[in-house]
């Protein structure tokens, strides 16, 4: 406890060093680097415009987050049971997986007919690798005594996948949805970059090509805090879901 | 008449031979235990006849019809606390009660299972996970699991081997009153590496040897039941009892002894 408060403190620390510099800094460089107190002008006064972004860039994350996490727990849980199809997968696994994202980007706004969907698909390919790596090797591994169980209760593929394997590969999915979790909001913001109108990305794009630092450092700090509300939420279910994982 | 029969099984771990040439019968309703010293082939005898694990040469029957597979028939309880740990004990109960009983509704198998698990003193603990409850509830969850398949033969390896002398005394007795109770009998293989535990519980004590495993000595427990525990240790029948079977390790090799108070051979 006493850790987790000193490291509370690191935050005015940080303001602190951060006014300092801002103070010390050539005025013709200070737009550069504005000082808190602007910023925080700033955050107030693009509060409206940030929750009408924030409701906008959900309606990406969330579909795109959602449907990655749906289809990789669906299809990595048999993919992970079965000996063949682990073997039969894992090239394709090996190759794809590591392919930042990223580059999907720009063809995905060309390809789809709204930025909307291009977007939405980005985020469902950021997600996906992760979460499905995080269920298949958790199915893979599904400790033996759990297997033999499994067997002597007759359970046939269906009834083990539902019952033993998803359960046993829980933990190892949410280590993926962590990872696909920050993923999804780098390619969201990066998608935004490119190609939206609105939208947490849009709003720090924009007032950059304006020079307004300020509203972009403020867009950025509300990004990074809506971020790590998300972070948390999941943090919350994560636990409340596998409290028997102790 | 014979439910079980093995017929001359050897198991080996690549060129690791474990079990060698062993033959047994065990009959209808019979309480069998099998004593041995920890690494000696035990719990992969109990593999073989639970049929998650298939013998290398020679073949195992049960009922007539050779093991390949294993089956809710040959229902098992694991040396360590083998409960699925995300499921509530009713939960789990419900899931071999889903096997034995299929067509019973969602309700009426947890009502079911509250019931096995009532039969084990476990009646307040139904809603509990396995993390929730000490190592002897676990290992009556897991028995009450193995009774609630409805198994006619019930494999048991070393259940009560983690348990505090207390705990295992009490499991023992409610292990033979839920044997003693039933019509027809369940047909038991109890394993163990404790000479007590094999006296307070066997119609008939398989003796088996290490390196590579085979048995060494069979004796057949004629006392009447129930057995008290004080007779075990002081009584002149068990007293020949015992020296047989240490007869049968000592018979063998010199550096094998086996340990009467539960300590390991
Ligand atoms: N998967 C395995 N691979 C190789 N050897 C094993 C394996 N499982 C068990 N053994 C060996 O087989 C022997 C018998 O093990 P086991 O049947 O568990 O004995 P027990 O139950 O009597 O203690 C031990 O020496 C053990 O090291
Ligand atoms: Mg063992």
Redesign the interface.
Known sequence: MPHRLSGLLLFPLLVGVWAFVAEILPPQSRYLFPAPLAVARALWESLGVLWQGTVASMMILIPGYILAVLAAVLFGIPVGATTWARHFFAPLMRVAAPVPPTVYVPYAIALLPTFRASAIFVVFIGAFWPVFLGAVSGAATVPERHRDNARVLGFGRWEYWRRVAFHAALPAIFNGMGVGMAMAFILLTVAELFGANVGLGHFVQYYADFADYPRMVAGIIYTGAVTFSAMTLLAQLQKRMLFWNI | MTTLRLADITFAYGDRVILEHLSLTVADGEFLVVLGASGGGKTTLL?LI???AAPTTGQIFFADEEVR????Q???V?Q?Y?L????SLRDNVA??VA?SEPRLSRRERRERAAEYLRAVGLGDAAAK???ELSGGMRQRGALARTLA?GSPLLLLDEPFGALDPHNRARLQNLLLEIWRAATPRRTVIFVTHDIDEALLLGDRIIALGSNPGRIIGEIKIDAPRPRSREDIITAENFRSYRAAIQACYCRRDDDEAVDGDGGGI
């Open positions: 593999r639970a049929g998650l597979a294993p089956s809710p040959r229902g098992i694991f360590d083998a699925f740990p995300w499921y899931l071999a096997k996970y396995p993390h398949l």
